[in-house]
């Protein structure tokens, strides 16, 4: 499981002048991790925490970030979250052996990684995260990490994002309603952002339902004509970690 605990190593980092990262002590990045499984040496995790009032225009020089004009205008915490996320995919890159560091966007705004590698980004209101790999076995990648919700927007959620059935697969997971109504928000957000670049559209949360659930993994099913669209497989595993104030998941196929 690459999103467990086992797997972590915790470091600072920094950029120097020519890129690269070492130790830091800037406060805009409290704490950086990376997770990469021996079975899976081609696929790699990196998250960090970040502190928005720590942020300030200077730190895209301080980390060598080019960042987009429409998020140079906007407030500080989008700019917070994207430079962040930037960080966390250079720091992946790097780790995992790109000499490109620098991951663009396209017109949907979704991440351009270097040739070569894929992968996907993804913040909360304090954390951002990153899975790249270089396999190219694996063709979906989407990653998605969400603050756990509170009892009222769990209950507006709950009847919009998925069934009773799917519910009810959830019923002994010993996850209270707030926990349960992000994890089905954020599996069904990583598997759409694993499947948009082959899908094209913006998709419901219709779009796919879950069929099964076994300790940290549950199993997405797409809607067949979604399904029929990629002309792909139409299950797709997705791991998970419920902590006390967030969710992570992670679609990668």
């Given amino acids: 499981m690459l999103l467990s605990k086992p797997h972590i190593e915790k470091i600072r980092l920094r950029f120097s002048p020519s890129g690269h990262l070492e130790t830091d002590n800037n406060r805009f990045i409290t704490d950086v991790e990376t997770s990469k499984e021996h079975a899976f040496p081609s696929v790699l995790l990196c998250r960090c925490q970040f502190d928005i009032s720590q942020m300030s225009n200077q730190l895209k020089e301080h980390y060598d970030i080019s960042v987009p004009n429409d998020i140079q205008q906007a407030v500080t915490k989008r700019k917070a979250e994207y430079l962040a996320g930037r960080v966390v995919s250079k720091w992946a890159l790097e780790r995992i052996g790109s000499k490109s560091l620098h991951v663009g966007r396209d017109e949907d705004r979704k991440p351009i990684f270097p040739i070569g590698f894929s992968g996907s980004i993804s913040h909360s209101q304090n954390t951002a995260i990153c899975v790249v790999t270089t396999n190219k076995h694996i063709k979906y990648v989407g990653i998605d990490v969400e603050n756990t919700v509170t009892s009222k ?27 349960k109504v992000t994890l089905i928000f954020s599996a069904k957000e990583s598997l759409f952002k694993a499947i ?18 076994k300790n940290n993994s549950l199993e997405l099913k797409l809607r067949n004509d979604i399904a029929d669209k990629i002309q792909s497989q139409s299950v797709f595993k997705c791991e998970f970690i419920v902590e006390r104030e967030e969710v992570t998941t992670l679609v990668l196929s």
């Fill in 153 to 179: 927007v769990a209950n507006e959620l709950k009847h919009l994002i998925a069934s009773n059935h799917e519910f009810s697969l959830l019923r002994n997971s010993g996850l209270s309603i707030n926990q």
């Fill in 196 to 213: 948009y670049p082959y899908a094209n559209q913006i998709l419901g949360f219709d779009s796919s339902s879950i069929i099964s659930i």
